[in-house]
């Protein structure tokens, strides 16, 4: 009888000590569950702000400052035409059928 009454409180030990060590892995899991979800939040909002100052880049009134500034350009208008002649020597030859 003493050796089934220390075979049973072997199995007993071992079970609990496998118990305790599937709820450490259980809450470590989970632990790193909620830091997955933690660092998505994190990636959504700086998604949605990386959207927000994409669009204020892409402003049509923004794009035309920096054409203005930085390209030296200037908005068309019919008191500012320039024509462009072409010599007649080097009209386009009609193509060969």
Do not use: N
């Given at each position: 009888?003493?050796?089934?009454?220390?075979?049973?409180?072997?199995?007993?030990?071992?079970?609990?000590?496998?118990?305790?060590?599937?709820?450490?892995?259980?809450?470590?899991?989970?632990?790193?569950?909620?830091?997955?979800?933690?660092?998505?939040?994190?990636?959504?909002?700086?998604?949605?702000?990386?959207?927000?100052?994409?669009?204020?880049?892409?402003?049509?009134?923004?794009?035309?400052?920096?054409?203005?500034?930085?390209?030296s350009m200037r908005p068309i208008s019919p008191a500012i035409t320039e024509?462009?002649?072409?010599?007649?020597?080097?009209?386009?030859?009609?193509?060969?059928?």
């Open positions: 009888m003493t050796r089934l009454s220390i075979v049973l409180l072997a199995a007993v030990v071992f079970s609990a000590l496998y118990l305790v060590q599937v709820q450490y892995q259980s809450r470590r899991l989970v632990t790193q569950v909620e830091r997955a979800e933690a660092q998505g939040r994190l990636l959504e909002i700086d998604h949605a702000r990386l959207q927000v100052e994409r669009r204020a880049q892409a402003r049509a009134l923004r794009v035309a400052q920096l054409a203005q500034d930085k390209l024509y462009v002649t072409v010599p007649a020597d080097s009209q386009p030859q009609e193509p060969k059928r």
